[in-house]
């Protein structure tokens, strides 16, 4: 029956799946890999310790840099002792004018070669924490990249593990061009939901909202990439996976609508059959509007409370005699 519904209307893309965040672990110091703290294939936090490199060469360097600054410190002590004494001798000119300049040009030089001294120490306390590498953000580990036992050095490109964050996670698709405008007014007003769904179309792996839009369409396909956002907690989606994203982009108030199988298509564009009062079948040319897998808009041709018919049209021409029937077979008729 031909009846005023709200009617959702979607718009459909293909999208492949990915991270949030991915970053390739690599080590920022040279040395040994001693230990490899992370089970691959395993969740990890932020700040949790994936792997140390041995840290007894920057711990040496750190022990000279402070030996440096203690040794330099004493020495500036000293200077300023000496500066006291010509102090108290230069009234009775007991010193020249020169050895108290000198006196105080030593105490400015150690005062900043302490101050470079801390500077060392610090780049030392910098290069022994790097001994450590901790993960940057939650996420899942992947293949380890390299066995405990080698030589790794900052230099290397393939790094220890690969971390990507899972969840939330993302899927890129695209839309034509003509199909932006209502997309960008939708986003203005409201969140735009999102629904990614598997191979088959009906299998709903997980809802989101629809992220971002890019700032330009690609002139060679007249197309615009989109991200759509969802919390995957379900861990149904996996980077690089292929999905097909669903997105309602608005939602049609009281709109005339028929049973979607009730609608065929012939040479001359779409119709119904439509059940007449002495019990016949008539066919009607009909205007259709958008379209869910169960409902679709009946923009012109037909009015509300029509009947019509949902199966078994092939068999139907107009004129023929129907016989109704009801879920219940004891009220068929």
């Given amino acids: 029956m031909a009846k005023a519904t709200d009617l959702p209307v979607y718009v459909n893309a293909l999208g492949?799946?990915?991270?949030?965040?991915?970053?390739?672990?690599?080590?920022?110091?040279d040395g040994l890999l001693e230990q490899l703290r992370f089970v691959e294939g395993s969740e990890v936090k932020a700040g949790d310790l994936l792997a140390q490199i041995d840290p007894a060469p920057y711990e040496a360097q750190l022990a000279q840099a402070e030996a440096k600054q203690a040794q330099d410190q004493a020495q500036l002590e000293n200077a300023k002792l000496d500066v006291k004494r010509y102090d108290e001798l230069s009234p009775e000119d007991y010193t020249s004018k020169q050895q108290v300049d000198a006196a105080r040009a030593q105490v400015t030089e150690l005062t900043a070669l302490i101050k470079g001294d801390q500077a060392g120490i610090k780049a030392a306390q910098t290069q022994l924490a790097y001994t450590s590498i901790v993960a940057p953000f939650s996420g899942r580990t992947g293949l380890r990249l390299v066995d405990e036992g080698n030589i790794v050095r900052a230099s290397d490109s393939t790094g220890i593990v690969v971390i990507t964050q899972l969840q939330p996670i993302c899927v890129l698709f695209t839309l034509p061009q003509d199909q932006l405008p209502g997309l960008v007014a939708a986003m203005a007003s409201h969140t735009v939901a999102a629904t990614a769904l598997a191979d088959d179309g009906k299998t709903t792996l997980d809802e989101g909202t629809v992220t971002l839009i890019d700032n330009r369409i690609?002139?060679?396909?007249?197309?615009?990439?989109?991200?759509?956002?969802?919390a995957n907690s379900n861990g149904h989606m996996w980077p690089g996976q292929f999905v097909n994203v669903r997105i309602l982009v608005d939602t049609l108030h009281d709109a005339l609508s028929v049973p979607s199988s009730a609608v065929s298509q012939g040479p001359h564009g779409s119709f119904v059959y439509i059940v007449k009062q002495d019990g016949t079948a008539d066919m009607q040319p009909v205007t259709v509007g958008h379209d869910t897998a169960d409902m679709t808009q009946i923009v012109d041709g037909l009015q509300q409370g029509d009947q019509v018919v949902t199966t078994g049209q092939y068999r139907l021409q107009s004129g023929s005699h129907l016989r109704i029937l009801t879920k219940n077979p004891a009220q068929a008729s």
Avoid: E, N, W
Avoid at 16 to 29: E, F, G, N
Avoid at 218 to 230: E, I, K, S, W
């Fill in 16 to 29: 492949t799946v990915q991270a949030s965040k991915t970053a390739t672990i690599t080590t920022r110091v």
């Fill in 218 to 230: 690609d002139p060679t396909t007249g197309t615009v990439r989109l991200r759509a956002t969802f």
